[in-house]
C-alpha cells in the first residue's frame, strides 16, 4: 500500500528495524533473527521481507518473532469483525462439507444467492441486483463494464467515457488504474494506461482546496460546474459515468465530501443522463457506520452501481460485489439478460458463506452501533491527544477526518500553510513522516498505514496516517491504540528535531 516506488532503498533504511526489534525476551530476539534469514521465494510489495503472521484472535496478531501486534487498520480496512470468530469459521466449515464449487455459468448455489438477497435488502430499494467478484478491483472492472454494458445494450453505443477524480484509487488493473489518479501508482503504467476514455475533475477535498473566500456551498457549486463543464467538453451525450469513492480511502485517507456535493454531482449526472458509481470497496459494509456510506456521506443521493469488497468478506474471503439500481436491471433484463463480466470464481460458495456469516455477526451483534460508539471515541481521544497543548504534534496535526471506525490523521510540517507560530522546521532525513510512524508503530506493536501525497494533485507531498479497527472493538482497545499511535507520533518528531 505504500505509495513511494522510487525510493525503495529509502524505505528499507526506514521500515527494516520492524525486523529486529528488540524484546526483552533472548528467545524471541532469536526467533527475529531466524526467521528474518530465511529466504522467501514471494516477490513481496514491500522492498523489505514483511515480518511473518502466524496466529490471530480479534484485534491481534502473533507474529513469528513470539510478538503480539494490535492490529488498527484491520490489514486495509477489511478485517471487520476482527479474526478468528468462531460463528464464520463454523459457518464455512459447514459449507465446505456441502459444496465447496459450482461454476456460475452452469449452477447457481445457496449462499450466494442468500447474500445477494441480503445485499439488495441492504440497500433499502437502492438495489435491484448484483453480481459477485473476488475483490475490490474485480468489483470496480465489474462496474465499469456493466455500466458500458448498460449503455451499448439500452441503444446509446456513443456513450464511451468515465469521468473520475484526482487524488483517488479505484483498484490495481489497468482499467481502474486508468480509472484512478493515484500518481504514485500510476507511474510505471502511465504508457499503457488508457488516457482516451477515463477522465479527472478535481478532488472534493475542502480542507485543502476550498478557498478562503468561498463558503461550503460555494465550493460544492465550483466543483458541480467543473463536472457540468467536463461533461460539455467530452460531449454531454457521450459520457457513462461519473466515479467517485463515497468517503476517500487510500489516497487521501478517510476523506468525507464536503455536504451538498453528492447532490450536486448527481444532478449533473441526471442532467445528461448519465450514470453515478460509487466506490465502496473501502468505505462500505459498515465502515462509516452505517451499511452503505452513502447512507450517511452522500447527502441522500443513491448510485446507480456500486462496488462493495473489503468489509463484505471481513477478510475470512476474497468476495467483491457489484450492487446496481432496478434501472440498470431493467436495461439489461429487457435485452441481453445477463451480465456479460464473468469470472471462474465468482459467487464460490465458500466465499459466499462466510461473507453472509460475517454479516449475520455485524447485524445479530449490533456492531454498526459499536462501530459509531466506539468510533466517536477514537475520534475525540485523537483530537484531544493529538491537538492537546502538551502535545509535539499539535502544530503538525494539519487534519483529523472520518467518520464510523475509519479515521485519517494528516500531518502538514510545510511553513506556507502553517496556521500555528510554533511549527519548527524539522528534519526526518529525506524519510516520508508517516511512513516512519507506521514503522514506529509496528515497532511499538502497533498496525497502522501511512501514506504520502495526499496533500496536492501531483501527490508529491503530504502525510496521513490511517485508522480502521474492527466494529468490535472495545473502548480498552481503542484507548490502547491511540495511546501507542500517539507516542510513536511523537518518537518519530522528536528524533526529527521537534
Ligand atoms: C482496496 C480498494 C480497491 C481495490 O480492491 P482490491 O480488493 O485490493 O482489488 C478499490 N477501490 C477502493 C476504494 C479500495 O480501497
Not at 435488502?121 to 454494458?149: N, P, Y
Not at 479527472?200 to 482546496?209: D, L, N
Not at 490511517?466 to 491511540?482: G, S
Request: hydrophobic content about 40%; aromatic content about 8%.
Amino acid at each position: 500500500m505504500h505509495e513511494i516506488v522510487d525510493s525503495q532503498s529509502l524505505l528499507r533504511t526506514i521500515m527494516s528495524p520492524a525486523l529486529t526489534v528488540s524484546s526483552d525476551k533472548s528467545t524471541t530476539n532469536a526467533n527475529a533473527i531466524k526467521a528474518q534469514a530465511r529466504p522467501t521465494y514471494i516477490l513481496h510489495r514491500t522492498p523489505w521481507r514483511p515480518p511473518v503472521a502466524t496466529r490471530a484472535e480479534g484485534i491481534y496478531i502473533d507474529l513469528e518473532d513470539g510478538r503480539r501486534v494490535i492490529d488498527a487498520v484491520g490489514g486495509a480496512a477489511v478485517a471487520c469483525i476482527g479474526s478468528g470468530n468462531q460463528t464464520v469459521i463454523e459457518a464455512i466449515k459447514a459449507q465446505a462439507d456441502e459444496l465447496t464449487y459450482v461454476y456460475n455459468m452452469q449452477l447457481s448455489n445457496g449462499p450466494a444467492e442468500e447474500l445477494a438477497k441480503f445485499l439488495i435488502e441492504s440497500g433499502k430499494g437502492a438495489f435491484g441486483l448484483c453480481g459477485f467478484v473476488s475483490g475490490g478491483s474485480e468489483a470496480m472492472e465489474g462496474a465499469i463494464k456493466l455500466a458500458r454494458q448498460y449503455f451499448f445494450e439500452t441503444n446509446q453505443p456513443q456513450r464511451v467515457h468515465f469521468i473520475a477524480r484526482n487524488l483517488s484509487y479505484h483498484g490495481n488493473t489497468l482499467s481502474t488504474v486508468s480509472l484512478s489518479n493515484n500518481p504514485a501508482r500510476r507511474k510505471p503504467y502511465e504508457g499503457i494506461l488508457d488516457h482516451e476514455h477515463f477522465h479527472f475533475v478535481s478532488p472534493a477535498f475542502a480542507k485543502r482546496f476550498q478557498r478562503s473566500d468561498e463558503s461550503e456551498a460555494d465550493y460544492v457549486e465550483r466543483l458541480r460546474k467543473e463536472l457540468d463543464d467536463k461533461f460539455q467538453e467530452l460531449g454531454p451525450g457521450n459520457v457513462i459515468a461519473f466515479v467517485a469513492e463515497t468517503v476517500v480511502g487510500a489516497t487521501t485517507g478517510a476523506l468525507p465530501a464536503p455536504t451538498g456535493y453528492f447532490k450536486a454531482m448527481k444532478s449533473v449526472c441526471d442532467k445528461y443522463g448519465a450514470l453515478l458509481i460509487l466506490d465502496e470497496v473501502m468505505s462500505g459494509m459498515g465502515r462509516m457506520g452505517t451499511m452503505h456510506a452513502w447512507e450517511s456521506f452522500g447527502d441522500g443521493v443513491f448510485p446507480d452501481i456500486q462496488a462493495v469488497a473489503k468489509g463484505l468478506g471481513g477478510g475470512y474471503a476474497s468476495i467483491g460485489a457489484v450492487l446496481f439500481s432496478e434501472r440498470i436491471a431493467e436495461g439489461i433484463r429487457d435485452h441481453s439478460g445477463l451480465w456479460m463480466h464473468g469470472h471462474t470464481y465468482q459467487a464460490h460458495p465458500l466465499a459466499c458463506a462466510a461473507a453472509l456469516a460475517v454479516q449475520h455477526v455485524i447485524s445479530s451483534s449490533n456492531l454498526l452501533e459499536n462501530c459509531r460508539t466506539q468510533g466517536a471515541y477514537l475520534s475525540s481521544l485523537l483530537h484531544s491527544r493529538l491537538q492537546g497543548p502538551n502535545c509535539l504534534a499539535r502544530p503538525y496535526t494539519f487534519d483529523i477526518r472520518g467518520g464510523g471506525l475509519f479515521w485519517g490523521i494528516e500531518f502538514d510540517f510545510t511553513d506556507s500553510d502553517s496556521s500555528v507560530a510554533e511549527k519548527k522546521k524539522l528534519d526526518f532525513k529525506g524519510r516520508p513522516f508517516a511512513l516512519a510512524v507506521q514503522a514506529k508503530a509496528l515497532e511499538n506493536g502497533l498496525v497502522v498505514m501511512g501514506f504520502t501525497g495526499c496533500a496536492n494533485i501531483e501527490g508529491t507531498r503530504g502525510d496521513h496516517n490511517l485508522l480502521a479497527p474492527p466494529y468490535n472493538v472495545t473502548k480498552d482497545e481503542v484507548e490502547k491504540i491511540v495511546d501507542i499511535f500517539v507516542e510513536s507520533v511523537e518518537q518519530v518528531l522528536k528524533e526529527g528535531g521537534a
